[in-house]
């Protein structure tokens, strides 16, 4: 089979620009064979490569990426390990998947932290909780009003902010209201993935910049790279995120869009004055499709995420970056005004995989391949916890988290396209529209 979409590295994460320079690991050469292979260098493929290492240490584990530590989604992302869920309702399934959502992003956050200790990893670590904020009136009764309520039911800790306690705290007077919950953590996630990436143990091997473009499944797992190595293993993990149609599971099954954020310039003393002197902060937004995330880090940057769009060509454009950061400037300067002279330092693009029932890519998909794909934007915990997920049951351990994770579902097939991207311009443009307010 040839892989024909390939990620590409364009090396604009301002999350990893910001970093100290790091050497990455050579790629793969000649012809190797390992025990296992696990395939996507993301929180999934580190978190699986890490499990099965540590059920099997004699067995020899391949990790196998084709790009550097640091430039995957999961290093792209807006840094939010959230624990609470994002679908609300007060329905008696909805609060039991609400219960395991929780159980699950738990476990996600206690094995991260822990390797966050163990490993010394330098990465901004956190616990500053979040807002999650509605420009509306109408956005807090639609959005924040059913959130509350369900989080009052699941006995879950929660605090009600008003528009001017938002804006002593923030920074910014553009919120209608806010709710507070305490457990997410704030991180660097270019600084974790290259962390949890150096700190694998001795019997994983990484091999960055190593792009498959063949993969055949007789016997036996192969694949070759774009530089003409090959690799053999009898079994793999399956940890590719938005590319994974192309390997050919889950096809028709998933949905690729793409996510744009920016990061500010560190503040200046001065500016951090303006802005009320806050420690860290991060904000989600009521509608997360129209409206904004925004973090003020560690570092006085300001982060803002905004703009998902469907992109099943899995094709960044650099034109339309130049046209993002102007945007997110703008919609900076909106909502802080008392920072005239802060620019948009970098700008970057991020692939998101949803699918189009929620449900997680993970478990067996062929005698001798795991997935652990599909993390519908909340890759942070979902990416970590499918990968350890999907490495006990590959090893045939048993983890009553398996349970929930598989009582999610499947990606459910979405219907053919063209008629499929005609679906979601229009439901987007009408989604927009609708919900424009809360932008
Ligand atoms: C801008 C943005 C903001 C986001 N904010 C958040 C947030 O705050 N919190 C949160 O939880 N989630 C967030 N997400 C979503 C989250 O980043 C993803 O869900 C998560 O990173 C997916 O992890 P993963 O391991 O499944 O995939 P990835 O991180 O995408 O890893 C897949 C890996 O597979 C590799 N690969 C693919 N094809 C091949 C091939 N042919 N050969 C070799 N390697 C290959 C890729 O190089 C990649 O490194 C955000 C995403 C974006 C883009």
Redesign the pocket.
């Known amino acids: 089979m040839h892989?024909k979409r390939?990620?590409r590295n364009d090396k604009t994460n301002g999350w990893n620009v910001i970093l100290p320079y790091r050497e990455p690991k050579a790629a793969l050469e000649g012809d190797v064979r390992a025990d296992w292979l696990v395939?996507?260098?993301?929180?999934?493929?580190l978190a699986a490569a890490r499990r099965l290492a540590e059920h099997q240490p004699d067995a020899s584990i391949a990790l196998?990426?084709?790009?550097e530590m640091g430039?995957?989604?999961?290093?792209?992302?807006?840094?939010?390990?959230?624990d609470i869920p994002h679908v609300t309702g007060s329905a008696q399934a909805q609060l039991d998947g609400a219960q395991r959502y929780l159980r699950m992003s738990r476990a996600a956050l206690g094995h991260l932290e822990d390797l966050v200790q163990r490993h010394d990893i330098d990465c901004d670590w956190t616990k500053t909780g979040k807002y999650q904020t509605a420009v509306t009136a109408r956005g807090k009764r639609v959005y924040l009003d059913p959130m509350a309520e369900m989080l009052a039911t699941l006995n879950e800790p929660h605090e009600w902010k008003s528009a001017d306690e938002l804006a002593a705290r923030l920074g910014t007077k553009h919120f209608h209201a806010g709710l507070y919950t305490p457990g997410c953590i704030l991180l660097n996630?270019a600084a974790l993935t290259r962390g949890l990436a150096d700190s694998l143990p001795e019997n994983v091997t990484l091999y960055e910049n190593?792009?498959?473009?063949e993969f055949t499944r007789e016997n036996g797992i192969k694949v070759r790279t774009a530089g003409g190595a090959s690799l053999f293993a009898p079994k793999m993990i399956l940890?590719?995120?938005?590319?994974t149609e192309?390997f050919g599971f889950y096809r028709m099954r998933l949905i690729p869009f793409?996510?744009?954020?920016s990061l500010t310039r560190p503040l200046s003393a001065a500016e951090h004055t303006a802005l009320g002197s806050p420690e860290p902060w991060g904000i989600t937004p009521a509608n997360a499709f129209v409206s904004i995330?925004m973090r003020y880090t560690s570092d006085r940057r300001i982060l803002i995420?905004q703009d998902i769009n469907y992109r099943p060509s899995l094709y960044v454009n650099p034109a339309e970056q130049q046209i993002v950061k102007q945007r997110h400037q703008k919609l900076f300067a909106e909502r802080f005004p008392q920072l005239p002279d802060v620019t948009m330092e970098h700008t970057w693009?991020?692939?998101?995989?949803l699918s189009y029932n929620h449900a997680p890519g993970f478990g067996r998909v062929a005698s001798n391949v795991w997935a652990?794909?599909c993390?519908n934007?909340?890759?942070?915990?979902?990416?970590t916890l499918s990968?350890l997920l999907a490495a006990d049951m590959a090893c045939e351990v048993e983890n009553p988290l398996i349970a929930d994770m598989e009582s999610i579902g499947t990606p459910c097939l979405r219907p053919p396209r063209p008629f499929f991207d005609v679906g979601v311009a229009i439901r987007n443009a009408w989604h927009n529209w609708r919900e424009g307010d809360e932008a």
Request: hydrophobic letters at 40%; a negative charge.
């Open positions: 892989i390939l990620p395939l996507g260098g993301g929180y999934a493929g196998v990426d084709a790009g430039e995957s989604a999961s290093a792209r992302n807006s840094g939010f390990a959230i996630p190593s792009p498959v473009i940890a590719t995120n938005a590319f192309e793409h996510a744009h954020a995330t995420r693009t991020g692939f998101v995989c652990a794909v993390q934007a909340i890759g942070v915990t979902q990416g990968g």
